[in-house]
């Protein structure tokens, strides 16, 4: 390394540390150990620029005995000394541990939010030897070189560091919480034989009361019929719809009166009233608008959305994109962006023509002390992959239409008399773009115009119709509408929220992109919620989230926080302890159940009433399809594959009815009919 | 004793869970509005359409199914 003295900069990953070096000096790297650190020769000086691999300490057990609980004696420990799969992260921590020796000074240069910051004190206390009070800070809300730059002149140390404790505070609050109830879970299960990890964590066991609570409405729904009354209506040649008045009647015997009351008669418009919207632009990106707008366009799920706007971030393309603002101050620079932009050939036209009046974006509500909205920092793109460069575009098109104009919408709508009955027609056009014609690409105002409509005018009813309809049942979550009710319930972090929903599904509690919970889930949320509700509770997680965000303002200290949390856990753990039995045998019977699910194939085609079942004969060991309804009389039956696994394809056979099946047993599933006199497999048989 | 439509433990008078007793206690309420709206219709062609119906909650549709297997098992 150098010989005289440098200061060490401690980045959070390898593509930000080799920016970093780049923007300070001239860079040379080197490699020990598997490690490539930088060194670096700038004009203000030397600097080694060394990489960590996100968190390289993590909060821990201090007992030996890792089944029992409670637990509340923790520690940090190096992660690898945890996780044997992390065997990389020791040879990092020895590597930065002796750089730190010839170190004249340290520079925390991690992104700088919670999370950052929790990883740079850390590797500045327990692997460069008690520096974390004395390190500077950089911070930075992109990685172009001349942010970079500016931000390692105006550097300054960090003594009271509130972020990277509550950051702290909140690992060690989650992990008390995940430890001590995934034990009292697992236990309970286990107390009667047999072994299953079944896992609840502080804001894990809220978000999927939410899907628990979803599907049963979905699933209690009735569904209530209505009827809609429509005209179609004529003036010069141009026809259009007009709804009456009561979007709903209630019953069919008012509708058909309606219906019945306007034969053979005439429209009279009654009253015409026009208005003008003015439709804002949206607000500037931030993490979560971001999450959800991509789910809306491109079905991105919100944790991939966050890793590939982390990916244009290590290449310096985009702002820092872990953040709650929706303002974009002038101090990013608009005109240089904008010149970055001007250079790549879709966005001229539109960059062009923007240039033309002052800039001034659009802004939202919602701030954040740390980073501004997401913005493309100008540079140009180079080698993005396809789902890189459909993010970008969104983000390129989104910070465009920010410095839009108000869209200009006219709305017409008439009252329009057939026989005694009003009904109503509506129509937009759209008068001025404005802000819509940079988003077009993502937004759609469709125009549907009217003819012109006066008081008095009459028109043709070409005919009417009465449609019964049903009320629908409320939607399943998918991942942006949860991520969007914990945003609004106010639980998990920005950062958390999207790994929180992952997890949920690797534990086998929710499944599909239209979400439903599990058999295991309702067992789970059934037992929290009767033995101790707090466990799921959106107001008590809602308030240690609290209370971590008081830590940051400094209004209260880590270790009322943690004894705060510790408490309300350690009741938790009591009630849960009086419920064990029942938990046991309630996740067991769910556990079954969901496996017996998994060998129904379908709906049985004879009787109607059962369902075929994969079964296996006690007396051959042989499987077979048979009915579930045997006790009822149905004695239907067929024979199945004997090799590969077998799957319902959740259809039915398009000749004979009976349920499909896939049998795998190579990479290519062959997909049959069990129905061994299908149509299908005389087909076969003659070939 | 377990709930006559699944396998869960039953509490209740009608011998289902509590995910299914409350499923049944809908579908008697839904049935009102039913009669209602179209100005009567018999239970057997309310339980029917509703069996048709992919709106109709899943739990709905297995009280609905047994519902009207006992109505046919009575007449």
């Known amino acids: 390394m150098f010989d005289s003295e440098y200061l060490l900069v401690v980045c959070e990953k390898p593509d930000a540390a080799k920016r970093i070096a780049s923007a300070l000096g001239s860079v040379e790297s080197e490699r020990f150990d598997d490690v490539v650190v930088y060194k670096v020769s700038g004009e203000r000086g030397r600097y080694v620029v060394c990489a960590a691999l996100g968190h390289l300490y993590t909060v821990w057990d201090v007992a030996e005995k890792k089944s029992s609980y409670p637990v509340f004696d923790v520690s940090w420990y190096p992660l690898n000394l945890v996780d044997k799969g992390k065997r990389r992260v020791g040879n990092l921590i020895k590597v930065i541990s002796s750089l730190s020796k010839g170190a004249k000074g340290f520079v925390n240069a991690c992104d700088y939010d919670i999370e950052g910051e929790t990883i740079g004190y850390n590797i500045l206390r327990y692997v460069c030897g008690g520096k974390e009070s004395v390190a500077l800070r950089a911070k930075f809300s992109t990685l172009t070189l001349e942010e970079l730059r500016e931000a390692f002149a105006k550097m300054s ?76 209506l004529e003036k010069d040649g141009f026809m259009f719809k007009a709804l009456y008045v009561v979007d709903k009647v209630e019953r069919l015997a008012e509708a058909q009166a309606i219906e019945a009351g306007c034969r053979g008669k005439e429209g009279v418009v009654k009253k015409v009233s026009k208005q003008i919207i003015r439709q804002h632009p949206p607000t500037p990106f931030n993490l979560g608008d971001l999450q959800h707008e991509a789910y809306r366009v491109f079905g991105f799920s919100p944790s991939l959305t966050l890793r590939v706007a982390e990916s244009l971030y290590l290449k310096a393309l985009i702002s820092y994109p872990r953040t709650s603002s929706q303002k974009l101050p002038p101090s990013i620079g608009y005109h240089k962006i904008f010149s970055g932009l001007q250079k790549l050939e879709q966005y001229r036209v539109d960059v062009n023509d923007l240039l033309t009046k002052p800039l001034k974006p659009f802004e939202g509500e919602e701030d954040d002390p740390a980073h501004p909205a997401i913005y493309p920092t100008g ?13 970008y575009d969104l983000i390129v098109r989104r910070f465009l239409a920010v410095f839009g104009e108000y869209a200009v919408r006219e709305r017409v709508s008439a009252d329009v008399e057939i026989g005694s009955y009003l009904f109503r027609v509506s129509g937009r056009r759209t008068i001025e773009e ?144 009086v419920a064990e039995e029942e938990l046991s045998s309630k996740v067991r019977e769910a556990t079954r159940a969901s496996l017996a699910a998994a060998d129904i194939i379908g709906e049985c085609p004879v009787c109607k009433e059962g369902y075929l079942k994969i079964i296996r004969s006690k007396k051959s060991g042989k499987r077979f399809v048979g009915c579930t309804n045997y006790d009822g009389g149905c004695r239907t039956s067929a024979p199945l594959p004997q090799k590969g696994r077998i799957k319902s394809l959740n259809r039915r056979c398009k000749l004979c009815g009976w349920p499909m099946v896939a049998v795998i047993l190579t990479r ?19 070939l | 004793m377990k709930c006559l439509l699944c396998w869960r433990e039953s509490k209740s008078k009608y011998g289902l869970c509590f995910y299914h007793d409350e499923a049944y206690r809908s579908l008697k309420e839904g049935y009102q509005r039913w009669c209602r709206a179209y100005d009567n219709i018999s239970e057997v062609k309310y339980l029917e359409r509703l069996l048709e119906l992919p709106e109709c909650g899943e739990w709905i549709k297995e009280v609905a199914k047994m519902e009207l297997k006992r109505i046919k098992e009575r007449s």
Request: charged share 25%; proline share 6%; glycine share 6%.
């Open chain 1, 157 to 232: 140390p960090n003594s009271i560091n509130r972020l990277a404790e509550a950051g702290r505070a909140r690992h060690v609050v989650d992990f008390l919480w995940g430890v001590n109830l995934t034990r009292a879970l697992t236990q309970a299960y286990s107390s009667k034989g047999g072994y299953r990890t079944l896992s609840v964590g502080r804001v894990q066991g809220p978000t999927l009361a939410f899907v628990v609570e979803r599907e049963c409405e979905i699933r209690w729904f009735v569904p209530t019929p209505f009827w809609s009354v429509s005209a179609l």
């Open chain 1, 379 to 391: 540079e140009l793109p180079q080698g993005l992959d396809d789902r890189q460069s459909r993010l």
């Open chain 1, 434 to 577: 404005g802000w819509m014609k940079y988003y077009r690409s993502y937004v759609s105002a469709e125009d549907n115009p009217l003819p012109l409509l006066e008081e008095g005018n009459r028109l043709k009813v070409i005919s009417l119709d009465v449609a019964e309809r049903f009320e629908q049942p409320p939607p399943r979550y998918n991942q942006s509408s949860l991520l969007a009710k914990m945003e609004k319930e106010g639980i998990g972090t920005k950062a958390t929220r999207a790994e929180i929903i992952d997890t949920l599904y690797q534990r086998g509690y929710i499944v599909g992109s239209s979400i439903r919970a599990t058999d295991i889930a309702f067992s789970v949320i059934e037992v929290m919620k009767e033995y101790s509700p707090s466990i799921i509770s959106t107001e008590m997680t809602r308030e240690v989230e609290r209370a971590l965000e008081s830590i940051e303002r400094g209004v209260l200290s880590v270790s009322d926080v943690i004894e705060k949390a510790a408490t309300h856990l350690l009741t938790s753990l009591q009630e849960l302890k």
């Open chain 1, 668 to 686: 290519y599933p062959w997909r049959i009919c069990v129905n061994p006199s299908c149509p299908t497999k005389k087909e076969e048989g003659k």
